[in-house]
């Protein structure tokens, strides 16, 4: 699965777009582009995923650059409830579909 | 029933008992992971179940954690002569078969070892 990489941290205002970067340059042809986030203490809550395409949902969209090596999570219109740490995964199916997590993004949504 | 359900919520042991963590998946879900979270860590995959696959056990950190799932459903993580640093929140996910699908994840079992 590829390594990702995303910032440590980020703010952002109440009602405003929450935009989360991950690269993933290394990612594999098959590998889909998983979002996760992880609310203080609950367990992780799927978002959303995609593989080539820009994906929305009633949650966030995603976008994944054309050449697949980066993707950004789109929360329209954050609440203080979408403060989180955030993760971007690289999922193989064929592989097991382990669900890896790295560090994530600690999102902070301020009033 | 609609969620991954999970047992205890709160376990507290002596160190050197053995504890069992039980895990209800969502029906009809046929791949069952454990994962653990330590105190202000990310989360740990420890053991993975697909159908009637062999588990993929690479993730448990030594031969005192073993898990099984019977007919398909419930599974139980065992984790023998608990250590302290045994000590995290104990988190299982269920899926559907195939590609495409997200994970539930329960709401965990926090484990301490005093």
């Known amino acids: 699965d590829a390594k990702t990489t995303q910032p440590t941290s980020m703010d952002c205002a109440e009602g405003r777009a929450a935009n989360l970067p991950c690269n993933h340059s290394t990612i594999s042809g098959n590998e889909y582009v998983y979002w996760y986030r992880q609310i203080h203490s609950q367990g992780p809550q799927y978002i959303i995923h995609?593989?080539?395409n820009n994906e929305t949902n009633e949650m966030a969209s995603l976008i994944i650059t054309e050449d697949r090596k980066s993707s950004t999570l789109i929360l329209p219109h954050a609440t203080l409830r979408d403060t989180a740490v955030y993760y971007c995964?690289?999922?193989?199916?064929?592989?097991?579909?382990?669900?890896?997590f790295g560090q994530g993004t600690e999102l902070s949504v301020k009033p | 029933g609609a969620g991954v359900s999970q047992s205890p919520s709160n376990k507290v042991t002596e160190k050197g008992k053995d504890v069992e963590l039980r895990c209800d998946p969502i029906?009809?879900?046929?791949?069952l992971y454990w994962y653990r979270q330590s105190l202000g860590q990310g989360l740990e995959f420890l053991i993975y179940?697909?159908?009637?696959?062999?588990?993929?056990k690479s993730g448990l950190p030594s031969d005192r954690f073993s898990a099984e799932r019977t007919g398909g459903s419930v599974s139980t993580l065992t984790i023998q002569r608990t250590q302290q640093e045994d000590s995290a929140v104990y988190l299982c996910?269920?899926?559907?078969?195939?590609?495409?699908?997200?994970?539930?994840f329960g709401s965990g079992t926090r484990l301490t070892v005093v």
């Open positions: 179940f697909q159908g009637n696959s062999a588990p993929d």
């Open positions: 029906s009809g879900h046929t791949a």
């Open positions: 995964i690289g999922l193989i199916y064929n592989q097991g579909g382990k669900l890896i």
């Open positions: 996910a269920s899926r559907p078969g195939g590609s495409g699908h997200g994970y539930t």
């Open positions: 995609g593989l080539k």
